[in-house]
């Protein structure tokens, strides 16, 4: 069975290496903050003190990381993944980042024999949980086919996509999806509430309609509680803003709407929301229509 | 039983005054274009020569009309209904129009002890002919409570939010949600164009995944197939829009997100798709990135 490395035991990153592990794979994990390893020791895994160590005793290494310089770092420091990987191994990139960030790095690790994929993810902690996560690849489709099974660990539906970064590309169409949802959703609930509707009631009619998705359901219940815990936090997918519309740019799309709701998310983070969940857009758009909360 | 009259038999009157007539109720109709009333005719109804003739007929008109001056056309001119009504009169508007415009007919017909609900709906042509419409309505409790026998031959799920106008204040949020839902799904499809993904397989990973609608999954198919037949016509999302955003300003809510969106489909429309399905929006940033079709 091929060994397993696993850099960033996050709120994603942990379960999904665990899923590893239980299937059975010879795992070798590393995580910045060691005492996040635990839990993946007492199933077994070797915890390795740097990415090169844990390259050193994979064939495949598996990131989840939270931006590009994370794995670009990861990758390419002294003590990093490539320092400790002979020719022929495979970095699966499970983070989101932009396209161009991942094919500058598979561009820089081609020389060595070492092959990569995109393969950002959608889903939240349940479905890392579950092993049901949606993953969209990139890369060669070899590398690819190689690695079925590895990722069929980790998630239900496997889409491959094509070149280097198109895998990327698909979860920042995505991630402009979830954003959009959000926007509306606070701007339909301010609308309602600032017109004397009942926000739970209001809330209750959108999550049974046509144009609830599982998202809108999740996040109506988070502003009709007013329960920012994070699922998703407001500064990732503000981070995430940020890479559709310089992807955006450099693809060549104008898109208007996405681009105001970055904005708006500049604005949330900037006042003090970042931790709080994507949802808590509400409080900018409520504050800016003197709704008392 | 109680005697219904129906003014205006269009792509959605029409198979919900059909509704009515095959729950027994007496019914007499009235359309512009008479050639629309065969179908009713042959279901049993009377055919009236003018709305004020429907409304002799009736204890109950519904009226299902394109925008708030039509209705204020049928109700007020000098054959409408209030000259052909009587105290106790329910007018029952299900068209969208805005919150200020049918407070402002209920106050008008109010002195004559005529009530009216306003009480648009969610749900196209398939819930409309199946009698699954979801209805949302405002208006006094009591005249709702008297009129749930027949708001349930139309629709499912009857929801009572309060005085008039709360029903077209709901319906307005749930079409702002509807206009966002497209806007983003087009600039996410151009994006994903542009970066040289597969329409076809970008739109199944989108209906499949936890951001999925209804809504979107039927309109990720009208733009793979670049087949905009309309379901919701595109001149009909964007005279929403300018509904919606009035409304906001009148509550006192900033809504840039919808505000711009109301642009885009003013745009859209001006290129000339305003017969086509409101998922046309698509042409127009496919335009604005240089996407050939």
Do not use: W
Not at 142 to 170: H, I, N, P, T
């Amino acid at each position: 069975m091929k060994r397993v490395g696993f850099i960033g035991l996050g709120l994603m990153g942990g379960p999904m290496a665990a899923n590893i592990a239980r299937a059975g794979y010879p795992l070798t994990v590393y995580n910045r903050t060691a005492s996040k390893t635990e839990p993946l020791r007492e199933l077994g895994a070797r915890v390795a003190a740097s990415p090169k160590e844990a390259a050193e005793y994979s064939d495949v290494v598996v990131t989840m990381l939270s931006e590009g310089r994370a794995v670009e770092q990861v990758v390419f420091a002294q003590d990093g993944l490539l320092a400790g990987a002979r020719a022929g191994l495979v970095i699966i990139d499970m983070s989101t980042i932009a396209p161009d960030e991942t094919r500058s790095i598979a561009a820089r690790l081609s020389p060595h024999q070492v092959k990569m994929l995109d393969a950002p993810v959608m889903g939240s902690t349940g479905p890392a949980a579950a092993g049901t996560l949606g993953i969209m690849v990139g890369g060669e489709e070899e590398v690819f086919q190689a690695q079925r099974d590895l990722l069929g660990v980790m998630g239900k539906d496997l889409y491959y996509l094509g070149s280097q970064g198109s895998g990327a590309q698909m979860k920042l169409s995505m991630n402009l999806l979830v954003a959009a949802q959000l926007a509306s959703l606070c701007e339909a609930m301010v609308m309602a509430s600032k017109a004397g509707l009942d926000l739970a009631q209001a809330g209750q009619i959108i999550a049974s309609s046509g144009i609830a998705s599982n998202l809108i359901s999740r996040k109506v219940a988070n502003i009709v509680k007013q329960d920012y815990t994070p699922a998703f936090a407001l500064k990732h997918i503000h981070k995430d803003l940020g890479l559709i519309v310089r992807t955006a740019e450099s693809v060549g799309a104008a898109i208007p709407v996405t681009s105001l709701i970055h904005q708006l998310y500049t604005a949330a983070r900037e006042q003090g929301h970042g931790e709080e969940d994507s949802a808590a857009l509400f409080y900018l758009l409520a504050e800016m229509a003197g709704l008392k909360l």
